[in-house]
């Protein structure tokens, strides 16, 4: 995959995954609260929205498609979860009941919790890592006397980035 492609996907996938993990994470943490203190039992679709959620968010911080993802979801998360700290200052931001009850109740638990500026500024410190903007290079065939077009195990270094690998990696 080029590299224009795979930051292409990495903005296509930064502009839809976000908003759908903080749904799943707001549906899955409002609702089994309320679930609990309303009725005393467990909501299963509740830990299955926050399951699907830890996927996709591990989908986010880790995936080889592009950094550009994880970017854009860590200044979307960080820019919901600073909003708490406005309104703790006595600047009014959010509107009375702007989402369903279980979406409100998820968004003020994660948001008054931290959690949610938590998970921002660890998808904005995943996406700062140099080797993530890298893209894949072709490797070098060895062309030895014995074996021909055979991809050489030692190789000598081929800049800095290669400066700590005793070996070559695919």
Do not use: C, K
């Not at 292409?8 to 899955?28: D, M, S």
């Not at 299955?48 to 854009?72: E, K, T």
């Not at 998808?123 to 993530?132: G, H, I, M, T």
Request: charged letters at 10%; zero cysteines; a positive charge.
């Amino acid at each position: 995959m080029s590299n224009g492609a795979r930051h292409a996907l990495g903005v296509v996938a930064g502009l839809l995954l976000p908003p759908l993990v903080a749904a799943g994470l707001w549906f899955g943490v409002g609702d089994l609260r309320l679930q609990a203190v309303q009725a005393f039992q467990i909501s299963w679709l509740a830990l299955g929205a926050l399951a699907a959620a830890g996927i996709v968010l591990a989908f986010l911080a880790g995936s080889r498609l592009s950094p550009v993802a994880s970017l854009l979801g860590g200044l979307s998360f960080t820019a919901l979860g600073v909003v708490p700290l406005i309104e703790l200052t006595g600047v009014r931001v959010l509107a009375e009941n702007w989402l369903p009850a279980a979406l409100s109740t998820g968004f003020m638990t994660l948001a008054y919790s931290g959690l949610q500026l938590f998970l921002g500024v660890l998808l904005l410190v995943v996406s700062a890592f140099p080797s993530r903007w890298r893209s894949r290079r072709e490797p070098v065939l060895y062309e030895g006397p014995y074996e021909r077009n055979v991809a050489a195990p030692y190789l000598p270094h081929n800049g800095p980035e290669d400066a700590t690998r005793p070996m070559y990696r695919d």
